[in-house]
């Protein structure tokens, strides 16, 4: 599967994003999909995550509460609606797909077999 992910930008601390990705190749629906990011020196970490079917979320423990990970299966896209943007929220954000995965896993980059180019989302104090 294809992934390309779009949306990010420049943003004041206190703003909102709305991050798409786009899929293409296979059927969406077979796949769990998350959003990792990266900051610049760091290394890439969990950030959401969404089953297959959409009824099942997960979130990393800096982002619970300020962004929602959401996808509609009919569009083959997941979303990342950030609100109450940090400055330690800068990073790339990618997003990736799973064939299979398990709940336990679902935050760990390895479970992925897709990933998307990235979008960089920079949050200004």
């Known amino acids: 599967v294809q992934l390309q992910a779009f949306g990010g930008g420049l943003v004041q601390a206190g703003g909102s994003l709305r991050l798409s990705c786009a899929a293409s190749?296979?059927?969406?629906?077979?796949?769990?999909m998350a959003w990792f990011r990266q900051a610049p020196g760091k290394e890439r970490e969990f950030a959401a995550a969404?089953?297959?079917?959409?009824?099942?979320?997960v979130y990393a423990d800096s982002v619970k509460g300020r962004f929602t990970i959401s996808r509609d299966n009919a569009k083959s896209t997941v979303y990342l609606q950030m609100n109450s943007l940090k400055p330690d929220d800068t990073a790339v954000y990618y997003c990736a797909a799973a064939s299979r995965t398990i709940y336990s896993t679902l935050a760990v980059p390895s479970s992925y077999d897709y990933w998307g180019q990235g979008t960089l989302v920079t949050v200004s104090s």
């Open positions: 190749g296979r059927t969406f629906r077979n796949y769990d």
């Open positions: 969404i089953r297959k079917n959409g009824a099942t979320t």
